[in-house]
């Protein structure tokens, strides 16, 4: 069985300053651990994705995540946030290997102000 | 490449009607899975097809059936509809072998409003 459960539900920030969006999970074997990003009314887009390779993953738009396996966390954090940032972001697992089934969190909500 | 492709983009139907909806994958996936989002919540996994056949299945009712297509076009069916299935279907492609480990790629969606 695996999991997710992303601790906050809402993040709000000022421009320019860092983001941190909180997920641990929870899985019976090696896991494959994904952030996607979902901007209103469009699709989810894949931000960064850990594979048992380094535990810091750099992804696209300056976001990164570490993984943790003795805290069972993979935080996704930013420098510094721009306004474009705003959207809702889903930590997600999966078990390692072939194609299978994504379970996703609730979401974060995140908001961006000046 | 034109991605992963969805339609239609909205529908609206009524209690107890069928519905159908469909998905292209992306050039090269061979894997479609397919996810309902419901208002405010997070994309929950319907099933996943390959080869033809249904290989892993969430908890959804057999309501919910599917059938992917030599082509690997895929698509959904939702019999006697439920107000609660209004929702966000999303549609994943990715290779079932020998590509990064399970990255999907995901559809626009379509967008199910059921009266």
């Given amino acids: ?114 | 490449d034109a991605g992963v492709t969805q339609s239609p983009t909205h529908l609206i139907k009524t209690r107890g009607q069928q519905v159908t909806l469909r998905c292209s994958p992306k050039s090269g996936h061979d894997t479609v899975s397919w996810y309902q989002q419901a208002l405010g919540q997070g994309p929950q996994f319907i099933f996943q097809y390959y080869e033809e056949e249904e290989r892993q299945r969430g908890n959804f009712p057999d309501r919910f059936s599917g059938h992917q297509f030599p082509n690997y076009s895929s698509e959904l069916n939702v019999n006697a509809l439920l107000l609660g299935d209004s929702a966000l279907y999303l549609c994943a492609s990715s290779p079932w072998a020998g590509g990064p480990a399970n990255e999907q790629f995901f559809g626009p969606g379509t967008r199910l409003t059921v009266l």
């Fill in chain 1, 1 to 114: 069985a695996q999991s997710v459960t992303q601790l906050d539900s809402h993040v709000s920030v000022s421009e320019g300053t860092p983001v941190l969006l909180r997920c641990n999970y929870s899985s019976s074997y090696s896991p494959s651990l994904f952030w996607y990003v979902q901007h209103p009314n469009k699709g989810l887009q894949l931000l960064l994705k850990y594979t048992s390779a380094a535990t810091l993953v750099k992804g696209i738009n300056g976001f990164e995540a570490e993984f943790k396996k003795s805290e069972t966390s993979f935080h996704l954090t930013k420098p510094s946030a721009h306004m474009s940032d705003a959207a809702e972001y889903f930590c997600v697992v999966s078990p390692t290997g072939t194609a299978s089934k994504l379970t996703f969190g609730t979401g974060t909500r995140l908001q961006v102000t000046l």
